[in-house]
């Protein structure tokens, strides 16, 4: 068996979760959300995010999440602003053009937009001949593991409200956002400074499952009408409710991140004493290093992960992503095992 | 607490299937369906429905397995048709529509369309400025509880194939439809007989999970891309890859089914016996009865049921949903509470 | 040659339409509808209408401007409440909910939407998991040719309001409606009752063009967008622009619409007086009537026009319709036709 | 008033094509393009393009034949590759988008993508997360004014067609193309190499209307239920088939591109003589020039055209359009107002 640091969703749950569910198996519940469970997962977030006048749904992932959100917040003839390396712009199969949005992309900087790149694309989307941009969507953390800083967001929050733009947090990976020892932001401020955002469960802990916080007033109403047009809203809402309900007992959720973060640090951190090169700045839990085709060629052999592009025709960007499942001794024996490839070169 | 009777997707899972997650918690698996739980659910699916060239997908749930479905099997100006009581037309918030679809309906007879209802649509709907109709869409069982005969599904089979049509059958009920004690359909004609059907897994022992089973090679083609453009492909895949697996062991998929009618029928056994009539014929899981407004009034303190529609100013059509999970006791307690009301009047 | 009185739009334009065409072959204008004749013709329509403080815009056709004004009035959860025999429900193709968009429909009564249907509509479709009704579309003339009283207008407009309802008028034939001897309704009233409706013109003197008239501020923001993005702004908006300006001169369009309603007129009453029975009310331009299947036949060496449905084995419902261009000879000749063939039988 | 250089349809239409209406004004014609005088166009457009075997649509505008081709070609989870300077991509407001497709570009090269475009797109978008290309959409005359050379077109057909990929132009200014000095595609290229193109009407005589050719059979089925699914199919379908038949005689169509293209070749070496600068090579209608902006501001004095983008603090590229109609002694004024203005500096 390879030992897998593909991703952060290769585990089904923290048994924690998985107990609340044998615990509640005999309860009979309501459907669609309407039941306790949802109700007090509801009332936890609201407290742990400082955000008691947001509403707060819960769906399956994250691409299903922002396409709900988005088709929603948009009219037919709006559009979204988003970085390059936006995971709407590159990994949702067309999910957010299908529901009819067309995305403008800004080069940005280490995954993340700036007032600059809003500015820029509004500049050059004018007119009734192009497509009008209404929200602006960030991932934090990004798709190649940096963070927003406090002040970045706030900065980004401003250009949008002065120009009356929607800004929207893709959180699948907001546990280990808030959990990086880099992080200024409060979990208070994405709901101060965003129109929503979500908090990612799938890839920290739950067995499915991503909470949608809205924020702005404009966006609320009628949105379950919305969630079941687009195929998601769950008979058995109350799954999803236990499980956030389970997750942020005890600050589980932030136990988690911090967890992840610090075993990708750890591995890093190996990997730099032995002389591997980082390609993105490290600061959660995905470690982006540059390998040789021969290295990832005899790792491979052993371990499953994600090639992320070429960097020449010798060398190649690799993903490690850890999760809290990760185990320690096989960080452990990666290490070991680049160690040893390159001893033999 | 109240008890419920309201739908057959009120309690999270069968016992079963939430221990073979606790089982395979620590298994690292490959995601988006791509992993080996995944595969075993297919194998043991193509062998229960003897369907070995079909392709299998795991959804999680009905209208998202309808939307995915239907959107894939048709070009942008072709329509579906569908009973005027068929789920997608009535219970779906437009997701058909909202994929870019018209939905014709035909009056049908008890829930079910018949080769003349087929036949009748084709010939009011005709010429490049209607739609074309190009899938047929049924339930089984279906809403109101009836299901299909065996001959039944052949001869719509035929009139489809007759007419260059596609005929899909959404099963989220198949279970109670297979072991209905007046069923005659083999699991294995569902493959002969339709282009695509899912077995229902959600209402019937799963925490969510419907198994859509495509049979027509013209719809096989890239039907993953278009699972991710709806936003209905799980990161966890092998979460709905585990539960199928389970829940196929032993047959247990039929034997809850089996439970469920059992139950159905014994509550409209005892009913009938205290006078109440029922509104439609019972085949299945769910029992529609008339009850009077005082009596629906009373009922409501202690149980949890679903008003169909007003059946006239005094009277109103109630359905009664058992699931595998619903405890006979509480059967008997409900039978109690209406022969004394009834005996109070 | 057959003579067709199949439609209203088998002939080019008035010939002062396409003398204002060559009077302003010359100039130069400005695209998009943003030329000095398209400004002029909104002028002359707000006056005309009494609609100051409406949005105007000139659009090729009638399905696309019932495309265009409705998908940009709904939001994607969001339904069109139609009578059954809408165009929009039955002739179309499907653009409509190819725009993402359910229609419910209600039988109504000689092709009209009452308050009470709306009601019943509304009855039936509620909660998160049906389609929200929120427009109601009604045509008028209807496409069986009879017209809305000014009662039945405003009943509709109040209950609309009463609902949050917005309240469309598919006015594709509104000239025919507006001069017919059963009209009430003054031109005034559209903008008053409605929240948007359109002039056909493609039905009554153009080559080809609608002006859409939008009351409701809700509705103007960004309309333009829309419409680019439907594909349905004209480079040369100007062609429409000099084409609605010009029907409106001395009131040509009104006169146009009380000549194929006189026309239609003189064709009924000579029907009757042989005895051929109509099929709807006459009020507009088309004529409903009943012929039997061997007269059909007969005719149709000579004339061209529709046949509308099976009356029975051996009789149909055959439509007949009057346009401006349609000359009073070929009517002649039609109605002593039927009497001959009559005579022989 | 001031004279327009602005873009090459703010006239009507040339006068042979308004005369050929009043010619038919008389006539009744079937709707829909089921006529008479579109049957004649189809058969000259398929002499004078030797494409026999192709199937022909007339349509209103590019925007919307673009929408209407695309999104029958494509599957929902299937995208279009386009240059960054497409037209698809940045002037229609999103249309592509809006029926549901994803626009991957690539920067390409004077406004053409090459075959190391398609396959450098090719390799970055592959397997179930991202789009599925299937379409390759380039614009001859490009939306910058040059053309494709038939060893360019040749290649990028050989490209597609090895990677089972359509290729569609739109031929908005195919007649300028066709005409270029520089060109060495035959019309009957166009059907040999490509899946389908568009000979374009609006800019180049017509009132409105293009001709799209469908040349692969998979493509042709059903495509007028498309048409009216998108509101796209005209009542008076002949008003355009009785244009295109008009344009073409007498190679009228390609005689206009003719002038223009001289009439923008003496404007350009004109501007040379004192010492203006090209931005675009030039080959067709379109010429762009780099002016100061003090200059452009006494020039908008005068003349409308549009200013194409900043090319830095002091200097912007401005874009001069010739048509069949713009007349010589404007644009000898305008070359020497610009000298007049180069003196006084």
Sequence with gaps: MKYSFCNDYSTLAHPNVLNALIKYNDEQNEGYGEDIHTLNAR????????????????????????LVLISHALKTYQGVLSCETGHINVHETGAIEGSGHKIITEKGKNGKLYPEDVLSALKKNHGPHMVKIKLVYISNSTEIGTIYSKKELMDLSKVCRDNDL??????????????????????????????????????????????????????????????????ALNAKGFLLGIQFEEIF??????????????????????????GIRPYFPLQTNQVFIILDNKMIEELEKEFIFEVWEDLNLHEKVVRLVCSYSTKKEYIDLLVKKIKNIELCK
């Design 166 to 231: 929607y800004l929207f947090v893709d959180g699948a990976r907001l546990s280990s956002a808030i959990m990086s020892k880099d992080n200024d932001i409060d979990p208070s401020d994405f709901a101060k400074y965003t129109d929503a955002f979500y908090i990612g469960g799938t890839k920290i802990g739950l067995l499915n499952g991503e909470a949608l916080v809205i924020n702005n007033d404009e966006l609320k109403k009628d949105f379950i009408y919305q969630i079941k047009n687009r195929g």
């Design 43 to 66: 009332n936890i977030i609201k407290d742990r995010f400082s955000c008691h006048n947001s509403d707060i749904y819960f769906l399956n992932g994250g691409t299903q999440t922002n």
């Design 249 to 274: 007992k005890d600050d589980l959720y932030f136990l988690l991140g911090k967890k992840e973060n610090e075993l990708a640090y750890y591995l890093f951190s190996e990997l730099e004493k032995i």
